[in-house]
Each structure stands twice: as C-alpha cells, then as structure tokens.
C-alpha cells in the first residue's frame, strides 16, 4: 500500500509541474535616445543644423562634435560650437553650447549673445 501511496503522490507532483505555468522573468532591454544641434536655421531655401551630433544609437554610447566658427551668409554667426549626446545606465543626457551667437535680421543688426548653453537629461528608475 506504501507503493501505491507513494506512486499517486509522484504523479500528483509530476501533473504538478506539467501543468502549471512556468514563470519566466525577461530582462527588459534599454534602449536610449538622444540629439544634440547646437544651431538650426531654417529660411527659405535654406536649412542647416550646424555641431548636430545626429541620433543616439538605441544601444547607447557618446557622440560629439564641434564647429570653431561659423557665419551664414550673415544672417547669423557664431562661434565655438559644441554638441554631446550619451547613453549609458538609466539616463540619456545631451548638451549644446554656442558663443558670440549673433543674428540679424534682412540686414538689421540683431542681439548679439555671449553664450547660450542648452542641457537636457532622461532616466528611469526602477526598483
């Protein structure tokens, strides 16, 4: 009797672990983005992004770029052109930077501005 005792308690642990469901925990992957421009212009017939470090991979990583000086056919000028986009843990952060970023108008002497630096960072958290 201890057989047959045993017997239905292996098969009831056996359709057990058949039947039930089978907890799987997927790591979930991060994926980044993130551009940087450090000037864009648009008028008509002209387009440009000038220091744009172009997308983030959705893997992560560092991307960098920079323009010593630039003047576009004096509309505007600007010099020290910088851009960064990164990737890494939880976050994404990208920043640009200009100087001496001048700009006129048809002609008419604009503002003239000694720096203007742009910052912007994204993140999770999980707990």
């Known amino acids: ?8 308690i292996a098969i009831c642990l056996m359709a057990i672990l ?8 997927a790591q979930a992957t991060t994926t980044f983005s993130g551009e940087a421009v450090a000037l864009r212009a648009n ?7 000038l220091s744009d470090t172009g997308a983030l991979p959705s893997s992560g990583g ?8 630039v003047n576009v056919l004096g509309l505007a000028s600007a010099d020290a ?7 890494s843990g939880t ?6 930077s200009v100087a ?3 700009v006129n108008a048809l002609h008419v002497k604009g503002p003239s501005i000694d720096i203007v630096v742009a ?9």
Do not use: D, E, H, Y
Request: with cysteine; aromatic share 4%; glycine share 6%.
């Open 91 to 96: 976050s994404s952060q990208s920043q640009s």
């Open 62 to 69: 560092n991307l960098s770029t920079s323009v010593a000086s």
């Open 43 to 49: 008028a008509p017939g002209i387009s440009l992004a």
């Open 1 to 8: 009797m201890n057989t047959k005792k045993n017997s239905a």
């Open 119 to 127: 910052s912007a960072q994204s993140g999770i958290t999980c707990s």
């Open 100 to 102: 001496n970023l001048t």
């Open 18 to 25: 058949v039947f039930s469901p089978v907890a799987t925990f």
């Open 81 to 87: 052109l910088k851009s960064t986009s990164s990737g």
